[in-house]
């Protein structure tokens, strides 16, 4: 079940990123462990700044508002509610190392050539 992220600092589903930033900033006064050294203020404080962090990359923001949780580690990896492909990690891989299949260390491309002056 993904988390309500809207809900944990207190706006709604069509806040502005100001409001959201606001939203924040007033937990952050409350919870902060500066000002509330309990271990509760301390969970709330880490939900809040984890929600406010969310809300304001439009990438994760998109997924919330699918229904999806970024910050669930099984999301986009074929788990309930993901994409059931591999993710831009898989493409990044491909291209720029780790392969798409075996896994192990990547074989470097230069091959070294006999020796002319040893013959």
Do not use: W
């Not at 006064?29 to 309990?38: A, I, Q």
């Not at 720029?96 to 006999?114: D, I, L």
């Amino acid at each position: 079940m993904a988390r309500d992220y809207y809900a944990t600092l207190g706006v709604e589903h069509d806040a502005t990123d100001a409001e959201i930033k606001k939203a924040y900033r007033r937990l952050a006064r409350k919870y902060h462990p500066d000002v509330n050294p309990s271990e509760e203020a301390a969970e709330k404080f880490r939900e809040a700044s984890v929600a406010q962090e969310v809300l304001t990359d439009p990438e994760k923001r998109r997924i919330v508002d699918a229904g999806g949780d970024p910050q669930d580690p099984g999301y986009g990896r074929g788990a309930p509610g993901g994409f059931g492909g591999g993710g831009f990690g898989d493409i990044f891989d491909a291209f720029f190392g780790g392969g798409a299949a075996g896994g192990g260390p990547r074989a470097s491309r230069v091959r070294p050539g006999n020796d002319a002056l040893l013959r």
